[in-house]
T-cell receptor, first 114, second 115 residues
Framework: AQSVTQLGSHVSVSEGALVLLRCNYSSSVPPYLFWYVQYPNQGLQLLLKYTTGATLVKGINGFEAEFKKSETSFHLTKPSAHMSDAAEYFCAVSEGFGNEKLTFGTGTRLTIIP | DTAVSQTPKYLVTQMGNDKSIKCEQNLGHDTMYWYKQDSKKFLKIMFSYNNKELIINETVPNRFSPKSPDKAHLNLHINSLELGDSAVYFC??????????????FGEGSRLTVL
């Protein structure tokens, strides 16, 4: 069975600082990995995804993530945090049988300190 | 012209009541879903329909009954509501051939509070 662990339910960074949100996965087959963002009182929105190919993937709003098979990780980064990045971030995994089997992590709330 | 719209956004009701949440998508997608997000933000799939056919039912109590009259609509009916049903329910959809995209389009959620 697939699973996702997000380390740190709350992360605070200063505006302009590096953002690093951690995600580790477990999957019996090569996984498809995703990061979604949820702004207050809104639904989730896809930030970026890894399916196959290049292990460093770029998404919207300057975010990127790197798939590291040896570490079973898919950490999300952004070089310089902006106030508008404050949101809840969810890592998710699929075993590639269709995204109907997306399994989400428990989320990380990102707070930006002015 | 919201892509995935849910109604109502907020629902407060008493234990034991029956309630419904409606979802409509105007994206032309074949697959629709219901997810439940609990108070700790944990998001778990409940149901998935593809072209009006149920393809996923994730051990949800049979008090929950999804209905898809057509591929653009997926409604959720809940009988005999319990305190533990309080959550935010998200509807989502995904396009055909989404195996390689993995992208779900979510509605804004329906917050259900059972008193």
């Amino acid at each position: 069975a697939q699973s996702v662990t997000q380390l740190g339910s709350h992360v605070s960074v200063s505006e302009g600082a590096l953002v690093l949100l951690r995600c580790n996965y477990s999957s019996s087959v090569p996984p498809y990995l995703f990061w979604y963002v949820q702004y207050p009182n809104q639904g989730l929105q896809l930030l970026l995804k890894y399916t196959t190919g290049a292990t460093l993937v770029k998404g919207i709003n300057g975010f990127e993530a790197e798939f590291k098979k040896s570490e079973t990780s898919f950490h999300l980064t952004k070089p310089s945090a902006h106030m508008s990045d404050a949101a809840e971030y969810f890592c998710a995994v699929s075993e590639g049988f269709g995204n109907e089997k997306l399994t989400f992590g428990t989320g990380t709330r990102l707070t930006i300190i002015p | 012209d919201t892509a995935v719209s849910q109604t109502p956004k907020y629902l407060v009701t008493q234990m034991g009541n029956d309630k419904s949440i409606k979802c409509e998508q105007n994206l032309g997608h074949d697959t629709m879903y219901w997810y439940k997000q609990d108070s700790k933000k944990f998001l778990k799939i409940m149901f998935s329909y593809n072209n009006k056919e149920l393809i996923i039912n994730e051990t949800v109590p049979n008090r929950f009954s999804p209905k898809s009259p057509d591929k653009a609509h997926l409604n959720l009916h809940i009988n005999s509501l319990e305190l533990g049903d309080s959550a935010v329910y998200f509807c989502a959809s995904s396009p055909p051939g989404s195996l390689q995209t993995g992208e779900l389009f979510f509605g804004e959620g329906s917050r259900l509070t059972v008193l």
